[in-house]
């Protein structure tokens, strides 16, 4: 068996399996919904950290605890979502090197 009827084999095998690409496509797109999600929350804790929980009956104290694992849960949450979903839905975003280095023309 050549090398060139060996890449024909398996090319055929896999020339049927696009529902994978849409289906990763798809998955990428709900893990950037669930980063934009989760970088809602971070905003949400942020605005109301220092309201005084009334009806809590654990205490204040629990409440500002489980608002402070917010705090570093959720934006751990959202960069990891996002990079997952970055990786696959292939998103292409502008390198920050060119932005911050921009090339000068002579």
Same mark, same amino acid.
């Given at each position: 068996m050549s090398l060139? +009827?060996?890449?024909?084999?398996?090319?055929?095998?896999? /020339?049927g399996?696009?529902w994978?690409e @849409?289906?990763?496509?798809?998955?990428?797109m709900v893990?950037l919904?669930? +980063?934009?999600?989760s970088?809602?929350?971070? @905003?949400?804790?942020?605005a109301h950290?220092?309201d005084?929980? +009334?009806? *809590? $009956?654990?205490?204040? !104290?629990? /409440?500002?605890?489980?608002? @402070?694992? !917010?705090?570093?849960? *959720?934006p751990?949450?959202a960069?990891v979502t *996002?990079l /997952?979903g970055? *990786?696959?839905t !292939?998103?292409?975003? $502008?390198?920050?090197?060119?932005?911050?280095? $921009?090339?000068?023309r /002579?």
């Open positions: 060139r +009827s060996l890449r024909r084999r398996i090319r055929n095998r896999y /020339a399996h696009d994978l @849409g289906v990763l496509v798809a998955v990428g893990l919904a669930l +980063s934009a999600l970088v809602f929350a971070t @905003g949400a804790l942020i950290f220092r005084v929980e +009334s009806g *809590f $009956p654990a205490g204040p !104290g629990v /409440a500002q605890l489980a608002k @402070g694992l !917010g705090l570093i849960l *959720f751990l949450l960069v *996002f /997952a970055k *990786f696959f !292939g998103l292409r975003l $502008p390198r920050l090197r060119g932005l911050l280095h $921009p090339r000068r /002579a």
